[in-house]
């Protein structure tokens, strides 16, 4: 299919509202890739993604971004037939290492997804072993350390929080409180904020030490904002639960003070429905909008609407990238299918011109790419993240 205009794609977006995941029911379309002339080896793909649990709309989100690729290229990747195995990632370390194992028994030349970075820290030393490349798309702590078979194609943990750090130090002269729900996620979001916060010359001071929401007394918390005169907060949120009584007690207490948080607060239709409007007017930093013009996200919005009926987010995204980084490194890897030789031809994989922009792969194996600030806002009766512009590069 021909690429659709900006005014299509939004058409598109806010035509179903947003509902859940259905059934995919794709558009014919051309695609990029053709299979290889003549009978050919299918390749093995490991899908490690949660299909039970809290992180079960996470791994929805994988699995029908790496399907959709799937389906646009004759489900083909590199020329070869793709033979797709799940395994559920569950909720702990435990059940995630026992999904990549048996992914491993399996002979997969390849893996991908992995939602959590308890998960994805608990893997690392499996995956290195079995010298078998795991192409993450999502979890990506920044604790993880230096690694070889270990791909990412979302971001590292910190870097939202970090971009939105730089934004907000270069507003001279206005303060920032700073506040978590204390878990060590949003420890992790709160080091990287200060880090690039503190890390710009001249930038002004935080309004008071970050300090930590209690349930059932977020009103304090609140209080102390309001008297500490901050022109803006930074708020990160682990939990659904803390960040709708934060928002309804803000709402309640009739600040005006401008919230920036992480753009998983508000990330994927189901966190976004759950917000409510209780989220319009939040900023969030994120490295996909589904409102991006570019021509590669033209097609992937529209036909992400088209399949499932709602807007994608940057979990579908990543994992649509991922699978798209795997068609360029199996065309690469000819006729070697060794897991060795795959993870060789990764890292020629270059430039991917992506939904988000385009991007590459660092030398740390995430990905070199640009960030957005963006705000909750209604797109006719619709919740949306829209993209208010960009924050710089980071990776």
Known sequence: MSALDRREVLRLLGALGAA?????????CNVSTAPAAGPVNPVRVGLVIPQTGANKAIGDE??????????RHGDHLGGRPVQVSTADEGETAETGRAAVDRLLKDSVHVISGVASSAVMSAV???????????????ASPSTLGSVKYIWRTSFVNTDPSMALGGYLASKSGQSVYVVSDGTPSAAEQV???LTAFTGVAGHPDLAATPAQLVPGNIGQTLTAIRTSNAHHVFAVFSSGDVASAFFQAYRSLGLAVPVYSPGFVTEGAAALQRLGELAMGLYTAMNYGPDLDNAANRTFAAEYQRAYGNAPGTYAMAAYDAAAVLDKALALAGTDLNPQAVNAALAKVGRLDSPRGAWQFNQSR???QRWYLRQVRKNGRVLVNAVLGDLGMLG
């Open 20 to 28: 859940g995941a259905t059934a995919p029911v794709l558009a014919g």
């Open 124 to 138: 690392r030393d499996q995956v290195e072993a079995a010298q078998v490349p795991l192409l993450g798309s999502n």
């Open 191 to 193: 080091s990287g904020f």
């Open 366 to 368: 995430t990905p070199l």
């Open 62 to 71: 994988l699995n029908a971004g790496f399907r959709l690729y799937l389906r």
